[in-house]
């Protein structure tokens, strides 16, 4: 049987990030070692590619997940981001089931993009990839769509491009609607980190990079 034509052209967004599908991620923790602490939420973000070479976002997912045995959870922590990790409307799972059930969708992307993997998108990526690497790990998750190290620093991409580190000022410099009050939970900065990668990449795109023909 032939297979149609759409399917056998390499599509876009694989030829762009060298067969690396960008998928944007925020975890909210219970500290910074991704060791010892507890990862309390995930989400994720699947970008596209439109037929002018765009980015864009298709769909996201989002996981409440409940501290693995011995976890430690910093009280300070919990002050920052607002969880109550004892509310039972949290529905809060395992952090094992959690991961399997965000990366589905995602493996399901790479496949119908032709992509190799996924790669990262965060900001100061290397916090959350660090804990979803140690989760998955916990997990014993033998097929994690991502690459183990490299990622896509939206705090370093932003700080070339827009002279801003932090996501909400950058975001503003974005001119993308920020509100502090709905920060730290891992969908909306999710979201708004993935409408900061789709500004930073597009503009780049205007601006003469690739395609650079």
Same mark, same amino acid.
């Given at each position: &049987?032939? &297979? ?5 052209? /390499? ?10 599908? /960008?998928?944007? +991620? ?6 910074? @070692? #991704?060791?010892?602490? =507890?990862?309390?939420e995930i989400a994720a973000v699947i970008l596209e590619m439109d037929s002018q070479g765009y980015l864009q976002i298709k769909e996201s !997912?989002?996981?409440? +997940?409940? $501290? *693995? $045995? %011995? ?7 919990l002050e920052f981001t607002g969880i109550d990790i004892y509310d039972p409307e949290r529905n809060a799972e395992d952090e094992g089931e =959690? ?5 589905? /969708? ?7 993009? %032709?992509?190799?993997?996924?790669? &990262?998108?965060?900001? @100061?990526?290397? *916090?959350?990839?660090? *804990?979803?690497?140690? =989760?998955?790990?916990?997990?014993? +998750?033998?097929? @994690?769509? !991502?690459? $183990? ?5 939206? #705090?370093?991409? #932003?700080?070339?491009?827009? %002279? ?11 001119? +993308? ?8 939970? =891992? ?9 900061? !990668?789709?500004?930073?990449? @597009?503009?780049?795109?205007?601006? %003469?990079?690739? $395609?650079?023909?």
């Amino acid at each position: &049987m032939d &297979m149609p034509e759409e399917l056998l052209q /390499p599509s876009l967004i694989s030829q762009r990030f060298r067969g690396f599908l /960008p998928v944007v +991620i925020d975890v909210e923790t219970g500290g910074f @070692n #991704s060791g010892t602490d =507890a990862l309390l939420e995930i989400a994720a973000v699947i970008l596209e590619m439109d037929s002018q070479g765009y980015l864009q976002i298709k769909e996201s !997912f989002s996981k409440n +997940i409940e $501290p *693995f $045995p %011995g976890a430690i959870v910093e009280q300070s922590a919990l002050e920052f981001t607002g969880i109550d990790i004892y509310d039972p409307e949290r529905n809060a799972e395992d952090e094992g089931e =959690a991961l399997r059930e965000i990366f589905q /969708p995602i493996r399901r992307e790479i496949t119908e993009t %032709g992509c190799t993997r996924a790669v &990262m998108v965060a900001h @100061n990526a290397h *916090f959350d990839l660090g *804990f979803v690497n140690a =989760a998955v790990e916990r997990a014993q +998750i033998k097929r @994690n769509p !991502f690459h $183990p190290f490299s990622c896509f620093d939206t #705090s370093s991409l #932003s700080g070339l491009a827009l %002279g801003q580190t932090v996501l909400a000022k950058a975001c503003q410099a974005a001119k +993308i609607d920020f509100n502090n009050q709905d920060a730290h939970h =891992a969908l909306y900065d999710t979201t708004k980190t993935a409408e900061l !990668f789709c500004t930073i990449v @597009n503009r780049w795109k205007d601006l %003469g990079g690739w $395609p650079n023909d």
